[in-house]
């Protein structure tokens, strides 16, 4: 019973980071070129707390979904950058230095934060077939990476957020 309570819980926390992923998703500050968008922040956030394949239905299924909903051109460079964007912060998190976990996930959102700024750049340049455009993106690309990785590693370590995660997850309810 405790088993099957574990995975509801986390079955149910994955689907709520999902949600806010999708909705931060669907609006973004304007700036030249486009939009900034604040869902990178969910998907650190997620990724330090979650095993890889949570964080991935998280970054990359969750950013898909939000593109598909509102802006469809490049959702399949959102399910693959923020998909492993996820992943490799989640890897970190919970596979190296496991003796400091705050390191190993400020590690984990620093080469996450390089995934997705190559990624979107690589992406936007094929999806929209101009380099230009890709490149006129880039600063805001990392601003929206920095914002994400910092904003997430603060939630999770200096807000708490990661107590709670572990309190919820390992409770003993049968």
Known sequence: MIKNFNTTVKLT?????????????????????????????????????????????????????????????????????????????????????????RLASGIGVAVGAVIMVVGYSLGRAFVYSTPEYALLKLPFQILQAVVGAVVGMLLCWKLGIHKLYTRITNSKHA
């Open 13 to 101: 926390i994955t689907a709520m980071f999902m949600a806010m992923n999708i909705a931060l998703s669907s609006f973004g500050m304007p700036v030249p070129g486009g939009r900034l968008y604040l869902n990178d922040i969910v998907i650190c956030l997620a990724a330090i707390l979650m095993d890889p394949l949570q964080a991935f239905a998280v970054g990359g299924i969750g950013a898909f979904i939000g593109d598909f909903l509102f802006y469809p051109a490049p959702m399949f460079v959102s399910l693959v950058t923020h998909g492993l964007q996820a992943v490799v912060i989640s890897l970190f998190s919970h596979r190296f230095l496991k003796n400091n976990p």
